[in-house]
Antibody
Framework: EVQLGESGGGLVQPGGSLRLSCAAS????????MSWVRQAPGKGLEWVAN????????YYVDSVKGRFTISRDNAKKSLYLQMNDLRAEDTAVYYC???????????WGRGTLVTVSS | EIVMTQSPATLSVSPGERATLSCRAS??????LAWYQQKPGQAPRLLIY???TRATGIPVSFSGSGSGTEFTLTISSLQSEDFAVYYC?????????FGGGTKVEIK
C-alpha cells in the first residue's frame, strides 16, 4: 500500500524552528519529485517547496525562501522540511506530496499541523 | 507568478445533476493543469492531470477540458460523495500555484 506519513508538527513560538519529516512506503520513492504543500486553517492549498528525484534541485515559494529547506534521503525513503524563523502566517497543515509525473501531485500524506503562536 | 482563478466560489447542485467548474490562468499554462478534490479533514486527491487525463481510479463521471488559460472540470452526475472542494493547480511555471477552490455543495 502506498503511504506517506508526516511527523514533527506542533506548537512553536514566532522566530522558532521546526523540522518536519515524511516517511514513504509502497512506491519507488527515488522516482518521485517530492513536495511540501500547506493549507492554513479554513484556507486553500499553497505549494511550499519541491525537490528533484535525486535531490539535486530545490524550488521554493518566495515567502519561505531563506527560511525553509527541503531535503530528502532516498535510502531512508524520507522527505524533510527544516523551517526556521517561523512566523504566524506559517501556521498551517503541512502535507507531504509526491509527483510521479511532471509536478502534479499523485500521492498525499495526511498532513501535520504547525501552529506558530506565542 | 501565475494566478489561478476559480469560479464560482460555491456551486449548489442537486444530486444527479451536472456540475461545471471553471479555472482561469493569468497566462498560458499550456495543458499543464491538474484538478484535485478535497473533503473535510482529508488530504487532496488528484482527479485530472494534463488538463484532461483522469488519474488512476477516478470515475468517468469526472472530465477535464481546456488549454492555455481556460479550463473546465465537469462532473456529469453528482453523487453524494462528490460534494467537496475542488482545486486547480498549474505546473507549467515556478512557483506552482493553486486556485482558490470551488466548493460544491448540496442544493
Amino acid at each position: 500500500e502506498v503511504q506517506l506519513g508526516e511527523s514533527g508538527g506542533g506548537l512553536v513560538q514566532p522566530g522558532g524552528s521546526l523540522r518536519l519529516s515524511c516517511a514513504a512506503s509502497g512506491f519507488i520513492f527515488s522516482s518521485y519529485w517530492m513536495s511540501w504543500v500547506r493549507q492554513a486553517p479554513g484556507k486553500g492549498l499553497e505549494w511550499v517547496a519541491n525537490i528533484q528525484r535525486d535531490g539535486s534541485e530545490e524550488y521554493y515559494v518566495d515567502s519561505v525562501k531563506g527560511r525553509f529547506t527541503i531535503s530528502r534521503d532516498n535510502a531512508k525513503k524520507s522527505l524533510y522540511l527544516q523551517m526556521n524563523d517561523l512566523r504566524a502566517e506559517d501556521t498551517a497543515v503541512y502535507y507531504c506530496a509526491g509527483a510521479g509525473g511532471w509536478l502534479r501531485f499523485d500521492l498525499w500524506g495526511r498532513g501535520t499541523l504547525v501552529t506558530v503562536s506565542s | 507568478e501565475i494566478v489561478m482563478t476559480q469560479s464560482p466560489a460555491t456551486l449548489s447542485v442537486s444530486p444527479g445533476e451536472r456540475a461545471t467548474l471553471s479555472c482561469r490562468a493569468s497566462q498560458s499554462v499550456s495543458s499543464n493543469l491538474a484538478w484535485y478534490q478535497q473533503k473535510p479533514g482529508q488530504a487532496p486527491r488528484l482527479l485530472i492531470y494534463d488538463a484532461s487525463t483522469r488519474a488512476t481510479g477516478i470515475p468517468v463521471s469526472f472530465s477535464g477540458s481546456g488549454s492555455g488559460t481556460e479550463f473546465t472540470l465537469t462532473i456529469s452526475s453528482l453523487q453524494s460523495e462528490d460534494f467537496a472542494v475542488y482545486y486547480c493547480q498549474q505546473y507549467n511555471n515556478w512557483p506552482l500555484t493553486f486556485g482558490g477552490g470551488t466548493k460544491v455543495e448540496i442544493k
